[in-house]
């Protein structure tokens, strides 16, 4: 099933690498998004599964950004080079993977977000740190 796709993003590489790796998953990369004011103009979308980093182009406004479309129903996964500024999490976060990635690791927390979002039972795979 084709998922919705936000990517909270400000290195242009990183992000363009996601939508590949999301587009050749099957699901719709919908926009990037590399700071909040950006951002603003998503928060009405209808949005799946939102792929956020913490520090962006105007600081650290992921975490905002994240609580957010969470507090919207948007099951958000965190990517990010500082896992450890995320605490136990945020509410409405699924969890965090740590930068540097891979494709396999993208894809794998993808799937499992994904299938917590539509109740299915899934794993969690190697990667990606739960939050609670």
């Known amino acids: ?11 242009m590489l990183v992000a363009l690498e996601l939508e590949c790796i999301l ?29 956020v980093d913490l520090n962006l182009r ?15 129903g948007v099951t958000v996964v965190f990517i990010t080079a500082n896992p450890r500024l995320l605490g136990q999490g945020l509410a409405g976060a699924i969890g965090v993977i740590a930068k ?8 794998a927390a993808v799937d499992y977000a994904l299938g917590v979002r539509d109740g299915r039972q899934v794993t ?9």
């Open 1 to 11: 099933m084709s998922a919705r796709i936000l990517i909270v993003e400000d290195e």
């Open 58 to 72: 105007d600081g650290l406004t992921g975490p905002e950004i994240g609580q957010r479309l969470g507090a919207r």
């Open 23 to 51: 587009g050749d998953l099957g699901h719709h990369p919908i926009g990037i998004v590399p700071d909040l004011e950006s951002a603003n103009a998503f928060f009405e979308e209808s949005i799946d599964l939102a792929l």
């Open 124 to 132: 969690p795979p190697r990667g990606l740190k739960l939050f609670g």
């Open 100 to 107: 540097p990635t891979d494709e396999g690791t993208v894809k």
